[in-house]
Every structure is written in C-alpha cells, then in structure tokens.
C-alpha cells in the first residue's frame, strides 16, 4: 500500500468514527427526548391520581345517605348537599333545554343557511372570541341582565340562562363540526330530488350530524355543572332549606355548596367539601358516559 | 326513519326517568311561606343556626338567609324586599332616611356581642399586651412601624408580619373604626383573607406574625395561639365571654343586630320566628362561638314583639 | 278538477315556501343571539365603568400601582391584578406548555395505538374536573407540600394557584396539540425516516413545525383560560393586591377580586361597587385581544392537508 491510500484509508477511519459518535449523540438525545415526554404524561397521569386519591380519602368517610338527604347545617355531622343537588340538577336541565336547541339553530344556520356575507363572518368571529370570555364576566352579564333588568332575581331560570349563554359557544362550534362532517354528496342528491333546503336539513344533515351535536352538547353541559363562578354572582352564598319546584324558585348548586364548606373555619368541614365533589365527579361521570354510550349506539347503526 | 323513532325513544325515556326521579324525591315542595333574610356575613351563622333549629319545628316554614354583607342588606330592607336584615353596626342615618322614604318602620334587636381578638404566634415570649395607641400605631395607613422593635424597643428586632380579615368584611371596618379611627383606614401591607382558618394557620407558623380576626375563632384554636390583652386605659383586659358580656374588653367588643320589618311580623310565621330566634339565642350564640347578652335583653326583645296598638 | 289540483298543489308550495322562510329567520335569529351577547356583555360592563371613569382618570387606573379601593386611602391603580394574573398566568404557562407538548408528542409519535386509546380518556376526565376542586386540591394538597420545601411560603401564595392552573390546563394543550400533530399527514414523516431521521428528529423537526398552528392555537387558548380562571385562585392565591414577581406571595388577580367584591359587603351603587366593571372590562378586553391574537396566528399558519 503507498502512502496515498494508507492516508485515504485513515481519513476514512476517522470519518466513519466521528459518523458513528454523531450518531450515538443522535441516539442519545432521541431517548433523552423520550424520557421527558414521558415523564410530561406520567406527571399528568400522577396529578390526576393525587387530585383523586386526595378527594377520595378526605371525602370518602362523609359520604352515606345522610349526607345526600340533609340540609346544609352549621354542624358538619349534620350538613349534607340535597339542596345543592337538586338545584343543580334544575339548573342542568333547564340550561339543556334552552341551550341545545339554540345552539344547534346557530349552527345549522352558519353551516346551511347562511351566505357568505360580512355580516356572517362577524357572527363566526363573535362567536368564537365570546368561547373565549372567562366565565365570572357571564356571571356579571347574568346579574345585570336576568336578575336585575329581567326582574327574573335569582331564580333558576337566571341561573339556567345565564350558564346557557356561557355554553352556547362550545356547543354551536362542536355543532359546526359535526354538521360538517356530513358528507356533501349526501346533501346534493336529496337536493337533486327536489328536496327543500330545509327538508335536507331536517332529514339528511341533522340525524346524520346528531351523535356529534349531542356529545358536544352534554360536554358543555358538563362543564356548565361545574361552573361556580357564574353560579355564585347569580345565586349568591345562601342557606336555602328547600329544594326548587319551579323555574323562578332560589336555588344553589353544588359547586357553590363546596366552595362554601371550603371556606368554614371547621376543619371538618373539608371532608365535607371533599365528599361534596366526589358526588359532583359522579355525576360528571354518568354525563359523560352517557354521552359516550350515545356516541357508540349511533355509530354502530348509521355508518 | 330508524333514527329518528330511536331518538324519540330516548328523548322520552329521559324525560321519564328525570320526572321520576324527581318526584320520588320531591313528593310536593310545594313551599310554604318564605321568610327572607340577608345582610352580614358575621350574624350569619347566628342566624343560620335559628333558622336550622326553626325548621325542624316549623317544617313548612322556609327561612332563606343571604350573606350580602350589613350595608346590602340594608338597602333591600329598606325598601321592603327582606323581612329581616342581619347587621354588625346599627343601622345609619341614611338607611333610617331611606325606609322612612319607603314607609318601611322596624324594629331594631340586640342579639349578640362579637368580640375582636388580637394574637400572636404561640412562641411570642416577649408581648405581654398593646395598648390601644400601639396597636393604632401599628395598622394605620401611613404606619412606620415594621419590627417589634419600633413598638418597643426592648423587643426584639425582627420584622412583624401582619394578617388581618379582607378589606370587604366587616371585621375590617369594625377594627378600623375603633382602632385607627375611621372605618377602612389601614395600611395596606398584611397578608388579608375572608378566611379566618387560613389566618390562623399563618399566624401559628410564623414566629413574628400578629393579627386579628373574630374572637370565636380564637377560642376554637386556642391551643396553638396566643391571645393579646389590650389595655385601653385601664389596664390590660384579656378577652373572654365573660370580660365581653360585661364590656370590660374594649373597645374590641361590638353588638350584633337583627331588623325586622314591622309589616312581616304581622305574619305568623316570621312572628314565630323572632321569637323563636331570641328564645334560643342565648343558647345557639354560644355553639356559634360568638358571646351572647345578658339574659334580660332577650326577654326584652320578646315583650317587644307584642303588637303595639 | 285538474284546476283544483294544480291550485292545491301551488297552495302547498306557497306554504312551503313561507314555512321555509319562516325556519330560515328563526334560524337566523339563533345565530344573531351570540352578537346580541356580545352587545350585552359590552353594554353593561361599559355603562357602569364608564360611571367609574368619570371619578377615577383612566391614566390613573392603567399606571397606578396601588389597588386599595376598600381603604380609606383609595387607589384605584389596576396594575397590582394586572400583575397577579400574569404572574399566575406565566406560572401556569410555564407549567402547561412543556408538560403538554410533550405528552402530545409522546400520543402522537411514540405512543403505540392502545395506549393512546386509554390515555386520551383520562386526559378529557383531567380537561372535565370542576374548577372548584382544582382549588381545594390546592388549597389542601399543593400548599402544605410547597411549604415543606419553602418554609417561608404563606399558605395564600401564586405559586400554588399557578401550578395547579397549570395542571387543569394541561389536557388542553396536550389534546390539541396532539390533534394537530396527528394531522400532519404519515408521508412527511416516512420521507424524513426515508432520508434516515430518527424518531425525535422527526417529531421536532418535521412534525412540530408541520403542526405549529395548531400547537399554537392549543397555547392562545391555554393562556385565555389562565387568565380567565376564576376558582382556583379565589381559593388558593390569596386577595392582597400586590405588583410582585415573588411567586411565594399573596397577590390578587383581576378575577379573583371581581369574585371577592361579588361576594361581599360593597353597597350597591357605589364606587367600589363599580371597581367589578371597570376591571371586569378589562378583563373583557385582555381576552379579546389574547384571542383576536389567536385567531391571526391560526389564520397566518394554518395549513390544510
């Protein structure tokens, strides 16, 4: 061998060794990278065990039936969330009623009806800045509009409107995109028929977009169970000892009933605050799974 | 349209099982008389804690009780919208104004006495007591005051940190008032919360903490505070129901109220009420932590109810 | 009779074509409630704080440093809130947009099939759980283990409140992100891998890039709602205003003293009762800026596949 290609080799040598360290370094920052990702969705993961394990362990031994029958009392042995929860199933249902319908008329409108004008890219961007707005300012809204000018005071049905207005955002974007997914082809050949726009709206887009309009809708009714800032400008911190039996009764609702028992100087009363949310988590649960039973049922028969 | 009968089915179903529900643990709220209440947010307890034992005697009786603090209440008793309003003050010239305005007459009850406490952490060796101008000294707004030492120079020369109730209590405009000298003027500088408990926490885990909060939670933490005599001329007083009840605690002592409507009381049930509610002050003050008054007081209150011609 | 058909038959379509009319205003209308929303909303935040401006100078409010509306000695300088809630906010950024980019990076790029089908569940039940009980959580969990390791902490603090808000705005930034990087489509990624990539290449440098409006989107929506959160630092930050970066302190947002004046014992009508509008509108106005901001970010990088 002369001495050029002994060099050639050498150089070679030396490329290849710094080509295989880059390429350990490469692998090296790959699992670094792994590893941190991990350790974000096991942090996640834990944060949930701790809030649950916590609620569970502080709330766990205040929950029996005594708690979900009595009243709210100054005594911790005695208190318990039946008028929180009945108001808060008032609220919820009534909130439903007015929302849903309103929200899914908004968005068949955007997504069906409407032209594409000024006026209707205003009302998209309005409605998307108003998901945006923190809940206390709906809560303000509510007082000053339903309670005070209204004269409705405060009664579920402010309640109900008030959180209808803070929900209805999410529930017309989610509509949106459900009543997109409902392929156009669909859509042209009941036209094609001779179908009117709202005969295909009726018939053709709304059954098929249903599932998702409805998961979208009990989401946000979920979140508007759990809402207490709203409520509390609303409803106020009150001692209610009845539950409501109309639409213009007071009423209180469970976020507020534990917000209430977090601040009480006794320190039992956290237990009761804990015990109060793991009745709102159960109920948040059954919501949610009902919403996902709806969405399998459908999805299993339509497509 | 298979899925439009499906949805009709479940819309229906729901609908049965929440009318169902509902009623299975509602038979008929169909509420009797409503006797609403509103105001401080430091009577409250007292009055929840009536209202609590009302019900079990009277349960078509609904006593609502609001929190929306001694002046909001006020200006809904004034024009007739409360039958009783909660108050931590008596109530003002303008407020008189105002139900005059609005031909609404009441009548005014002593029900309690809350006494203000002033503590210090459990491992302060060095305080024996303030004096009223000491602890003027120490809250108002422009105050220099930021050791121990600027107090009293003997003490030692560590920074005090300052807890208080929040700025909207009741608590705070009392405190103010007695002991600055107008309500609201403080410095601005302590740590404030609306809850006592927390205040509590802080000022037990901190060496050179001092605050002040109502003396029914002092007396429910005891053990991990200590208390502060206040001399307010003559000589340090130490708080307790008794030195409270009979005003030798000053001048952190004040009187609780109730208002009532004259025009409510000529129903039944709000009658019932009041005279229920001083029947059983005495008592339920005291499980409330707040001092009650003499017991002649509440036997006055009583005869008052009787009506006038 | 072929008369009366084709009248009946033209009467029909007249009825339809009314009914149709009917139906498209109703629907119309629905729609045009989210503007009158939004003309409320305005409308009464502007005509009690424009109440407020007429006492108090706009140039005081927005540059003074004092909030002690409730004291004899009343400042309203908004720059103390304005404060807490950014501290709290940066506080709860700092924590969600690591944590959650990089979970979505693991669903989306690591994770095989079924444990993504099981992990995304949990983060919707994390995205659902009330406000209220993220503030006891850290009220009773978070504070008592902060002050093990920083004795000073008072049990009021930003720290807690931040790092929980963090926490409940994780599977925000996680979903959408991940979303978005699911829709980067599988043939950029085999290309780079083609070329010799490895994995954490491609995830940073190919998918992330690809999915950057999304991802963008998911931390816009994230900091409105930190601003925005009402709960968690009502129960856990504290309501001593105060312009501090010191994390360990008790400082006030603007929603917390809007809540805290809700609830409290401010006649109405006054001054201090209009403090809740004119900061209340500003609140308004911050998140509608963070969201317009948002939305041109959305517009400017969204890429359709």
Known sequence: MDCKTLLEKILKLAKNRQAKRRDIWRKIKGDIILVLCLTGIIITLASLAAILFDALQEGLPWLDIQFLTSFASRRPEQAGIFVAFFGSIWVVALTAFISFPLGVGAALYLEEYAPQNHLTSFIRLNISNLAGVPSIVYGILGLALFVDALSFGRSVLSGALTLSLLILPVIIIVSQEAIRSVPRADREGAYALGATRWQVTRDIVVPQAFPGMLTGAILALSRAIGEAAPMIAIAALVYIPFTPSGPLDRFTVLPIQIFNWVNQPQSEFRGLAAAGILVLLAVLLSINSLAIFIRNRYQKRGR | ?309 | ?305
């Open chain 2, 1 to 309: 349209m298979d899925k439009k009968s499906t949805l009709k089915n479940i819309t229906i179903i729901t609908i049965i099982v929440i009318v169902v529900v509902y009623f299975y643990f509602n038979p008929g709220t169909q509420h009797g008389e409503i006797i609403e209440i509103d105001g401080s947010s430091t009577v409250y307890p007292i009055t929840q804690a009536v209202a609590e034992e009302f019900q079990k005697i009277y349960p078509e009786v609904y006593p609502v009780v609001g929190v929306s603090g001694t002046a909001g209440g006020f200006k809904r008793f004034t024009t007739g919208d409360t039958d009783i309003n909660d108050a931590s003050r008596s109530i003002k010239d303008s407020e008189i104004q105002a139900s005059a305005n609005n031909g609404i007459e009441y009548l005014e009850f002593e029900i309690a006495l809350d006494g203000l406490a002033v503590v210090v952490n459990v491992d302060n060796t060095w305080l024996d007591y303030l004096s009223g101008e000491e602890l003027k000294k120490i809250w108002e707004p422009e105050s220099s005051i930021n050791k121990w030492n600027d107090i009293r120079p003997e003490w030692p020369d560590k920074p005090i940190r300052l807890y208080g109730p929040g700025t909207d209590s009741g608590t705070f405009d009392y405190f103010t008032e007695v002991i600055v000298g107008e309500s609201g003027e403080s410095r601005p500088d302590y740590t404030a919360s609306e809850d006592d408990n927390v205040l509590i926490q802080g000022i037990a885990g901190d060496k050179n903490s001092l605050g002040y909060f109502g003396y029914a939670y002092y007396a429910e933490n005891s053990e991990i505070l200590k208390i502060v005599p206040i001399n307010a001329g003559s000589g340090p007083v130490t708080p307790s129901d008794q030195t409270i009840n009979s005003g030798e605690y000053t001048p952190l002592s004040r009187p609780l109220f109730i208002y009532v409507n004259r025009a409510s009381l000529e129903r039944i049930e709000v009658e019932n009420f009041v005279r229920f509610y001083m029947k059983n002050a005495e008592q339920l003050v005291s499980e409330v932590g707040y001092t009650p008054l003499p017991t002649y007081i509440y036997e006055q209150n009583i005869l008052a109810l009787n009506p006038e011609p």
């Open chain 3, 1 to 305: 009779m072929a008369g009366e058909n084709i009248k009946n038959i033209a009467i029909k379509r007249k009825k339809r074509r009314i009914g149709e009319w009917i139906i498209e205003k109703l629907l119309f209308g629905t729609a045009v409630i989210s503007v009158f929303t939004t003309l409320a909303i305005l409308g009464v935040l502007l005509f009690e704080a424009v109440g407020f401006f007429g006492e108090v100078s706009i140039i005081d409010f927005f540059t003074g440093t004092q909030w002690t509306p409730l004291f004899k000695d009343q400042q309203f300088g908004i720059l103390p809130l304005i404060g807490g809630t950014l501290l709290v906010t940066a506080i709860a950024i700092g924590v969600a947009i690591p944590i959650g980019l990089g979970s979505a990076v693991f669903l989306s790029e690591y994770a095989p099939n079924r444990i993504r089908k099981t992990i995304k569940p949990i983060l919707e039940i994390l995205a659902g759980i009330p406000t209220v009980v993220y503030g006891y959580f850290a009220l009773t969990f978070v504070s008592p283990i902060l002050q093990t390791i920083f004795p000073e902490l008072i049990v009021f603090n930003a720290l807690s409140a931040g790092l929980v808000m963090g926490i409940m705005i994780i599977p925000m930034v996680a979903s959408l992100s991940e979303d978005a990087m699911m829709a980067v489509p599988q043939s950029f990624r085999d290309g780079a891998y083609a070329l010799g990539a490895r994995k954490h290449e491609v995830s940073l440098g190919i998918v992330i890039p690809s999915a950057l409006s999304g991802i963008i989107a998911s931390f816009v929506l994230a900091i409105s709602r930190a601003v925005g959160e009402t709960m968690i630092v009502s129960i856990a930050a504290g309501s001593t205003p105060r312009l501090t970066l010191n994390p360990l302190e008790s400082i006030q947002t603007m929603t917390g003293y809007i809540s805290q004046i809700s609830l409290g014992e401010v006649p109405f009508g006054s001054l201090e009762y209009k403090t809740i509008f004119s900061v209340g509108l500003t609140l308004f106005l911050m998140t509608l800026v963070i969201n317009i901001i948002g939305q041109w970010i959305a517009k400017r990088f969204w890429r359709r596949y």
